[in-house]
T-cell receptor, first 115, second 110 residues
């Protein structure tokens, strides 16, 4: 089935540890995004990538890092420099060319809790 | 800076009681307005894209409309399974980022 797979669904981390959230897609979409969602707030953009080997910072990139070595994969690392990492993290994709009608398609999310 | 304001923050309806959710926006050169549905602990599910004022789209009990300043998501005769958070977002272009509102939590009582 075509889709976006995020893993793990739940993750617990001790303070000072880096963690990596996985996002894989088989939609053949060019662009991939990472958002953070906190209660009572809208989705906030962390990083995005419109093509392999290239990515840009979003509105809240501090304390996060990404890579885009393959079209299908866009992992997000939450580093120990992120001061408030507990949140729900969403990966999204957007088609390119004729596939691009503007909307994003989201994965099921990963909930990170820092203990 | 693009802004999206959704109201009310929460809405409780009786089954069958129709209502509307509002999304007001400020964006320079709107190229698309999107509605999503999000269930607890899940990722947002795409519902509609509206591109120009006067446009309307329907899906089952939902109808989305767009003016130059706001969009409405009308829910006709809602059922408990329509309970969810509804998100609105805007973009300036097909490759531009989306700006999201905070969402409206809808609860429909049987």
């Amino acid at each position: 089935d075509g889709g976006i797979t995020q893993s793990p669904k739940y993750l617990f981390r001790k303070e000072g540890q880096n963690v990596t959230l996985s996002c894989e897609q088989n939609l053949n979409h060019d662009a991939m995004y990472w958002y953070r969602q906190d209660p009572g707030q809208g989705l906030r953009l962390i990083y995005y990538s419109q093509i392999v080997n290239d990515f840009q910072k979003g509105d809240i990139a501090e304390g996060y890092s990404v890579s885009r070595e393959k079209k299908e994969s866009f992992p997000l690392t939450v580093t120990s420099a992120q001061k408030n990492p507990t949140a729900f993290y969403l990966c999204a994709t957007r088609g390119g060319g004729q596939l691009n009608t503007g909307e994003l398609f989201f994965g099921e999310g990963s909930r990170l809790t820092v203990l | 800076e693009d802004q999206v304001t959704q109201s009310p923050e929460a809405l409780r309806l009786q089954e069958g009681e129709s209502s509307s959710l509002n999304c007001s926006y400020t964006v320079s050169g709107l190229r698309g307005l999107f509605w999503y549905r999000q269930d607890p602990g899940k990722g947002p599910e795409f519902l509609f894209t509206l591109y120009s004022a006067g446009e309307e789209k329907e899906k089952e009990r939902l109808k989305a409309t767009l003016t130059k300043k706001e969009s409405f998501l009308h829910i006709t005769a809602p059922k408990p399974e329509d309970s969810a958070t509804y998100l609105c977002a805007v973009t300036r272009g097909a490759n531009s980022k989306l700006t999201f509102g905070k969402g409206i939590t809808l609860s429909v009582r049987p």
